[in-house]
């Protein structure tokens, strides 16, 4: 099988999954428990998500990892682990994926402040790299290094995983809308900032996840586009800003409408859609049948 950054130099358009957190929420997960633990003790149940997303028409699928790092599961007692759980959580989506579609290892901020004192970036490095071997090692193609906020602990990130993997490497971060209307991190970093941090450090895919719907995510890529012409682009974006309605969270764009929107966001340049939080299989099966049409529509117009 090509590699998936070979299959983007075809120039072929890929569908990524959707939110893993949400369901697992859905299948029994409380609130402060550790979603990586599941990866060993509710292993069918993570399976069956993999598999819904497969089943949905998924290029690929991500990993019950996100917050698999040694620096994160030791709020758990569970940092001795670390491997034990990313590779198993690969291995788990392996299984789903099959021969011919993509494992992407999920690796999220691990909580720690590079600019507070309170780790060094020789430490992160080992903790990213340990993740980042583990998710190799169960059958991970590439990782996703997603809902990054800071550019020194994302560059310490991809860094590790070149350096001590084969992984082709994506590099997301979460961008909100300021009052002025600009597109910014928590800690003031721009699209165009993040792209040529990362694209300095190593990463291969770049791109933005979480905190908006598609529709704020066309005018995010094509930030990212203008920046970095020739760079691949991922967009995993949540099912519109969540709403508390009758004490439950939920997530207002429904797949049809997220569907609706595919069209806009491939002509801003991305080569790579999913889905993040309130996004279901549902939503990725539509994204797909859009995904199909738009493809038709643009051969149909070549011939």
């Known amino acids: 099988m090509k590699s998936l950054l070979e299959k983007l130099r075809d120039g072929k358009v890929l569908v990524s999954d959707g939110a893993w957190g949400t369901f697992l929420h859905e299948k029994g997960l409380k609130p402060g428990d550790c979603p990586e633990l599941w990866n060993i003790t509710r292993r069918a149940d993570v399976l069956d998500i993999a598999l819904r997303y497969i089943e949905a028409g998924a290029d690929m699928i991500e990993t019950n990892s996100f917050g698999g790092s040694r620096f994160k599961l030791e709020h758990f007692g569970l940092a001795d682990k670390t491997v034990e759980l990313n590779r198993e959580a690969a291995a788990i989506s392996r299984e789903a994926a099959g021969p011919d579609r993509f ?14 004192g309170e780790t060094t970036e020789e430490e992160l490095g080992e903790v990213f790299a340990e993740q980042a071997v ?5 059958g991970a193609d590439a990782c996703c290094i997603e809902t990054f906020s800071a550019i020194d602990e994302a560059v310490c990130a991809v860094k590790a995983a070149r350096k001590n993997t084969r992984l082709e490497v994506i590099c997301t971060f979460t ?4 009052v002025t209307g600009e597109y910014r991190t928590m800690m003031g970093v721009s699209p165009a900032d993040m792209a040529a941090a990362l694209v300095d450090a190593g990463a291969q895919i770049i791109g933005t996840n979480c905190g908006n719907g ?5 005018d995010i890529v094509k930030e990212i586009r203008a920046a970095c012409p020739g ?24 797949p049809s409408y997220m569907a609706g929107m595919v069209p806009g966001l ?38």
């Open 103 to 116: 494992v992407l290892g999920s690796i999220g901020p691990t909580g720690k402040m590079l600019m507070m």
């Open 214 to 218: 598609f529709e704020r995510m066309i």
């Open 134 to 138: 583990a998710l190799e090692q169960g």
């Open 266 to 303: 491939i002509r801003a340049g991305a080569n790579i859609v999913g889905g993040c939080c309130g996004t279901t299989p549902a939503h990725i099966k539509e994204i797909r049948a859009a995904m199909r049409t738009n493809e038709a529509k643009r051969n149909l117009w070549h011939t």
């Open 175 to 178: 961008f909100d809308r300021t």
């Open 231 to 254: 760079m691949p682009v991922l967009v995993h974006a949540n099912a519109g800003l969540p709403e508390v309605c009758d004490g439950r969270v939920r997530f207002p764009e429904s």
